[in-house]
Structure formats: structure tokens, C-alpha cells
């Protein structure tokens, strides 16, 4: 930011015309910043409207400004369009003539000459005249806001150049603008691969929101803003910015959350169950390591009865 304070009455042609502060300042204190709206032509411009792009056309010739004088049937659309985009206003909506008491000093400037692209004030001529051209371009309004947010579990999470939202939850599209006309209406364009649908909603505040219950893989894809209003007996229109929205599905996630686990549970439980049944299937230790002392002629353990005892005590 400069450091010197600018004190300009508005009649200067140079900033450095304008008279400024004796002492210099290292900051700017908050909301003194100078603010500017430019045009792309500086000897080009409209003035007694409600808008840059709406009014008196008037023209700065030999450091003359004066407006610009015309015949009912001289200046069309065509001409005017002209116009409007040499200061970045769009096109033009309409071209009136306005009537004064009297005449008054203008320049006069013929439509075959705009329609040569020539500059304005290599046409312009002085004369004097009580029909003074005004002009309406279609650049009058402000691009609009779109955001958009999602909630989850109560907490909402808004993004700007697009989001993410579950599916099933609640999302909101939200439209907005700076305060510029009263009134208007805002339409929510939605655009896919399959699909183009749009929603209307009044401007309350110079905004609207647009909820959506339940989200779903149809309203997957991009949104836009438009903002219509009436003034000056014509509608105008403007529209924001795109943004997407991607729908997540996590329930094949969930569903392998919880079958895998329990897929290995049950192997788990098999394997238990397979292992305890083929272990008990198995011989004894003590039965298969009992040795047959009759086949290998060893004596029976002392304290056992002989076979001679045995015959002796059947007798």
C-alpha cells in the first residue's frame, strides 16, 4: 500500500495530481484501503445509472467529457453491444434516448463508424442536440457464491471447490450474492453424465439453500448458481462458478468389516473343533506301550500269579 494518504476531490486526471498527507505512513489502518472498479477504456463510459454498466453514454474527447447525442433510429443493439463489451459489460440489452428541456453540448458519433471499430473518440464530433443516448448492458450484476456442506453426526464441513458426502446423509447446495438489487431468484443448475435438473428458490437475504435429505449416486456430479433479477424493465441473469459433489458409499467397507472378522472366527472355531475330534480318535499312551510278556517269555511283574499257580488254583 502506498504510505502517503491520498485527499482527491475527483476532478483530478492523475493520482499524483491529488493534494496527500505531509507525514508518511509505514501501515494502513484497517478499512482505509482504497477500493476500484476499472474499465478496460478510460475515455469510455456510463453514468447516471444504478450500475457501472448502466446509464448516460458519454465519451472523453480533447479532455472533453460529453455525452453522446443521437437519433431515435441511429444507435441499435448492434452499435451498442460494442460498447458494452469495450467496458467488459457483456452485451447490450437495450439503447434508449433520453429528451432534454433543451439542447445541451454532445458528441456526435455515427453507428457506421463504431461498426468500423474505430475508437469512440475518432468518432466523435462536436454538435449540440436535446436527445442524449443512454445504454444497458447485460454485465450488471456480480457473480454469485456456491458453496457446499454436508452433516454429519451434527457436524456440518463446507468445502469450496467440491466435496464429499456419505450417502444417506444430509447435504446442502448454498447460493448467494452481495447486496446489489433487492428481490431475485436463484436457480441451482445440476449436471452428470446422465442427467441435467434444476431447482428455483427465492432470494431471502440475497441467498438461498437447497437441501437434500438423503444423498444418493444419482445427484453425483457438478452444480452451479444462477442468480435472476428484474431491474431497469429487463431481467438479468448471472451465474457462479462450478463445483462437484462425490458421493462415498461406505457400506461395502462396512460389510467387509465385519464378515471378514467373523469369516475367520468360524475357521477359527472349525479348526478347534476339527483338532480336539482327531486327538481323541487317537490310542491311549499306556494301552499301546503294555508289552505282551507271554510272546516275549519274560516273567510276569513278582507279586502276579504263573500260569503253573493259576492251573494249581482252578484245580
Not at 472378522?261 to 503294555?290: C, D, H, M, S, V
Request: proline share 5%; charged share 20%; net charge negative.
Amino acid at each position: 500500500m502506498w504510505t502517503k494518504e491520498f485527499q482527491c476531490g475527483g476532478t483530478e486526471s492523475a493520482l499524483l495530481d491529488c493534494r496527500s498527507s505531509g507525514s508518511d505512513r509505514n501501515t494502513c489502518s484497517p478499512g482505509k484501503a482504497v477500493g476500484l472498479t476499472c474499465s478496460e477504456s478510460d475515455d469510455v463510459r456510463l453514468v447516471g445509472g444504478d450500475s457501472r454498466c448502466a446509464g448516460t453514454l458519454e465519451v472523453k474527447h480533447q479532455g472533453d467529457w460529453r455525452p453522446v447525442g443521437s437519433y431515435y433510429s441511429d444507435w441499435s443493439l448492434k452499435e451498442a453491444t460494442i460498447v458494452c463489451r469495450e467496458l467488459s459489460c457483456g452485451s447490450a440489452v437495450s439503447v434508449g434516448w433520453r429528451e432534454e428541456s433543451s439542447s445541451r453540448s454532445v458528441w456526435w458519433i455515427r453507428s457506421d463508424c463504431v461498426q468500423s471499430k474505430s475508437a469512440l473518440r475518432d468518432c466523435a464530433t462536436p454538435d449540440s442536440s436535446p436527445l442524449i443516448l443512454n445504454l444497458t448492458c447485460s454485465d450488471l450484476l456480480l457473480q454469485p457464491n456456491i458453496s457446499g456442506s454436508s452433516s454429519v453426526d451434527g457436524v456440518s464441513e463446507a468445502q469450496q471447490q467440491g466435496f464429499h458426502v456419505l450417502r444417506g446423509s444430509t447435504f446442502t447446495i448454498s447460493c448467494s450474492i452481495q447486496p446489489q438489487y433487492p428481490g431475485g431468484s436463484f436457480q441451482l443448475n445440476f449436471t452428470s453424465s446422465t442427467s441435467a435438473l434444476n431447482y428455483i428458490e427465492p432470494a431471502v437475504n440475497h441467498s438461498a439453500h437447497f437441501l437434500f435429505p438423503a444423498a444418493e449416486p444419482a445427484h453425483q456430479g457438478s452444480y452451479s448458481c444462477v442468480y435472476h433479477v428484474y431491474v431497469f424493465s429487463h431481467n438479468f441473469s448471472s451465474e457462479s462458478r462450478l463445483i462437484s459433489l462425490t458421493v462415498a458409499d461406505l457400506r461395502p467397507f462396512i460389510i467387509r468389516a465385519i464378515v471378514l472378522p467373523l469369516i475367520l472366527l468360524l475357521a477359527n472355531i472349525g479348526f478347534y473343533f476339527y483338532y480336539k475330534t482327531t486327538r481323541g480318535q487317537r490310542p491311549g499312551r499306556r494301552e499301546k506301550a503294555e508289552p505282551d510278556y507271554y510272546n516275549l517269555g519274560v516273567p510276569a511283574a513278582e507279586g502276579g500269579p504263573t500260569e503253573e499257580e493259576g492251573a494249581q488254583g482252578a484245580e
